[in-house]
């Protein structure tokens, strides 16, 4: 199975680029959306934010605005958030990985918002970057409701810069071309890939429910 890792800078198309290759056959764990689990009500995070960061937690669920206050700009802060939530989005996209090998799937996509930064390319067999002209980037993201300029120019600092993912990507889909040649872009990529010979799913030793820190 060839494990696809999907990525791009905000506002850069990538959630677009993984309802299309979903679309094309290629199952796509969400990273995102394993955060939100997390988080939410009786979340398997939640009683490790809860005592990391008191005061956030709300009706048994992580109040997401209120966790967003207490990390903004503090850099020791989100360190300790990352240890809370990274391993368990990487166990849980380890569980993902398995299930779709035994499922027989030829493709599968790890959509990972921060993956170079997080040392995430070591995990997949070829990366994918989405991008698009700043300017489309930046009405992208000021459109989202309680976007602010200030806000935007804070999340790209986190983030490595859109050229340097372009240089050390597989691929590179420009989303700013329109969807339907992001599509066929996409499409090119998923035929290119199962061409390759990729990793064993699951890992030799691996059980369900370990935490791996890798």
């Not at 990391?52 to 992580?62: L, M, N």
């Not at 930064?117 to 992208?140: M, S, Y």
């Not at 499409?187 to 990793?199: N, S, Y």
Request: glycine letters at 10%; hydrophobic letters at 45%.
């Amino acid at each position: 199975m060839i494990v696809l890792g999907l990525t791009g800078s905000i506002g850069m198309g990538k959630s677009t680029a993984a309802r299309m290759l979903k679309r094309m056959g290629a199952p796509v764990c969400d990273s995102d959306a394993v955060v939100h689990g997390l988080l939410a009500k009786h979340g398997a995070a939640v009683p490790a934010i809860d005592a990391a960061f008191p005061g956030v937690v709300r009706d048994g669920a992580v109040d997401r605005r209120a966790l967003g206050a207490a990390v903004f700009g503090n850099a020791e802060a989100l360190k300790r958030l990352e240890a809370i939530l990274h391993p368990a989005v990487r166990e849980a996209q380890r569980v993902f990985l398995a299930r779709a090998a035994r499922r027989g799937v030829r493709v599968a996509v790890l959509d990972i918002p921060l993956l170079f930064e997080t040392g995430g390319e070591r995990r997949v067999d070829r990366t994918v970057v989405v991008t698009a002209p700043f300017l489309v980037q930046k009405a992208r993201v000021l459109a989202r409701p309680g976007m602010t300029p200030e806000k935007f120019a804070a999340i790209l600092l986190r983030q490595t810069p859109d050229a340097e993912k372009r240089r050390r990507a597989d691929y590179v889909v420009n989303t700013g071309d329109g969807r339907l040649r992001t599509r066929r872009a996409l499409g090119k990529i998923i035929a290119d890939v199962k061409r390759l010979r990729g990793r064993h799913w699951p890992p030799r030793g691996y059980q369900p429910g370990q935490v791996s820190h890798a």
